[in-house]
């Protein structure tokens, strides 16, 4: 309590616990522009920030939801489930881990994949599920991936995928490292083939998931001042000791740097997406 | 420091066997006795030292400041080895070298991950840390093996990737990315050993191939124990921990068919005997070598493709 409410007489006080009077939810404030939001105008507007464009995190659901045209949609390896195959144990068991991961999103893994339309257009997408274990790639995003992939691949249409993703899942050591080259070495036959791949890589994309499919795709995305890199800024700061630049290993760090082809608004993904994409399989867009 | 915690009871023995012996050489024929003695002595304390490492131990032996490092296997292994330099965009990054060379008069291309042996050479190597350029190198080289029908022999040891500024200017995360999706697709053999340090995507970077084999000693990890355990356990104190828990070592990675071959080190580890870990380490590489090179290139390349499609552990309901 601060001097000056310890001065008001109590019977006026009120508790800072039962200040609640606006129902939890209904107005959002922007992170970037500290604007107050209505809920309902935000996500009309795709979860943007109306008054500064700052782009907020979503769920795989919703960007998938967001991207694909409406109408027939299935999932890609919905019946994979991961397994704490090490008993991995820190502070918390791994299965216990994924138990409430599960719980909280109501996803089985931290990727979901499926075959739809962009603009009429056949194409595959997969996005990454930020909240469940911070989008870490394990067995299952990773399988999850190739499967998605070789759909693609064997239905000649392109792939695309989201990341929002810390890195590879420490709790299934090794094998989520190995799963950068599995999603690797999948995007080197579909490169091959000729059926492009699409990146785009929202915030953030870190470690493991940056160093391996998310910066090969024939063209790279970014969503505005998303954080992409290898190594986590503070991580950075640790070995270098010194003050990282202003704007570091944002999007438009990465686009002036050449590590991606274009920043674009998430109001606008499947509007440059399809085109592009129409231009690279040569064909036209309906309508 | 010239040996570990653990070591330091055979350091002591050691030590006063090679006091005997300077004394032997004026009388007494009783000392070879007691050096004959001591020595089995030494011998039974190092296998039984050795024989109940932790995991935590195997991660400091794997970076032992003694261990051998990639050149020392590049010079005792191969012949008419040529250091080749730079990623020809930028610069040349000596955490990574590499070149041509004979293994048994058998033209190669061998890459490694070298750290430096003094501070001086430890700063030019930056630790053993590469940048993406180092990559790129890496890269350059291995393309250049498959257009002139070269096997390709990596020797990996990093504490991972450089986490620097310039390193993410460069493209740290492409440049690593895109040798996954090379090496898997590469046509020549590939053979990668893990000698000391496997430090995550910065080690993976050079390690995707036909064999993936590790010296006995050494650990491959998705991230080093002190920064599982800061993140995990929020203090580095619990790398012990964490290196229990990430299983790195050479034979837990085996038993989970993530890794091909493991070969065994010399009583103590390497470095008490470099030439003797390098013989060893060159037949296997020739007589893997000699099993890769007896598959049609299509099927040498599925079954690298395989290989990895092969590694993830779910189930399916």
Known sequence: MSWFEKLIPSRIR????????IPEGLWIKCKSCSSVLYRAELERNMDVCPKCSHHFRIGARRRLDLFLDEGEREEVGAQLEPIDILKFKDSKKYKDRIVQAQKATEEKD???????????????AAAFEFKFMGGSMGS???????????????????FICFSASGGARMQEALFSLMQMAKTSAVLARLSKKGIPFVSVMTDPTMGG?????????DINVAEPNALIGFAGPRVIEQTVRETLPEGFQRSEFL????????IVDRREMRDRLGSVLAIMTHQQLAG | MRFLDFERPIAELEAKIDELRHMGSDNDLNISEEIAHLESKSDTLIEKIFSELTPWQVAQMARHPLRPYAMDYINAIFTDFEELHGDRAFADDEAIVGGVARLDGQPVMVIGQQKGRDTKEKVRRNFGMPRPEGYRKAMRLMQMAER?????????DTP?????????????????????????????????TVIGEGGSGGALAIGVGDRVMMLQYSTYSVISPEGCASILWKSADKAPEAAEALGLTSSHLMEQGLIDVIIDEPAGGAHRDPEAMAQRLKSVLLSELTQLQALDMDTLLENRYQRLMGFGKFTER
């Not at chain 1, 998931?209 to 795709?217: C, D, R």
């Not at chain 2, 002139?148 to 990996?156: A, D, Q």
């Open chain 1, 14 to 21: 009120t508790d800072a616990s039962s200040k609640k009077s």
């Open chain 1, 209 to 217: 998931v940056s160093a391996s499919f998310a910066m090969l795709g």
């Open chain 1, 110 to 124: 931290a990727l979901i994949a499926m075959q739809g339309q962009l603009k009429g257009m056949p194409v595959v």
């Open chain 1, 255 to 262: 686009l002036e740097h050449g590590a991606i082809d274009m």
């Open chain 1, 140 to 158: 299952v995003v990773g399988e999850r991936f190739v499967r998605a992939a070789n759909l693609a691949l064997e239905q000649e249409r392109p």
């Open chain 2, 148 to 156: 002139f029908k070269m096997p390709v022999m990596t020797f990996i």
């Open chain 2, 160 to 192: 991972g990737a450089y986490p620097g500024i310039n390193a993410e200017e460069r493209g740290q995360s492409e440049a690593i990315a895109r040798n996954l999706f090379v090496m898997s697709d590469l046509k020549t053999p590939i053979i990668c």
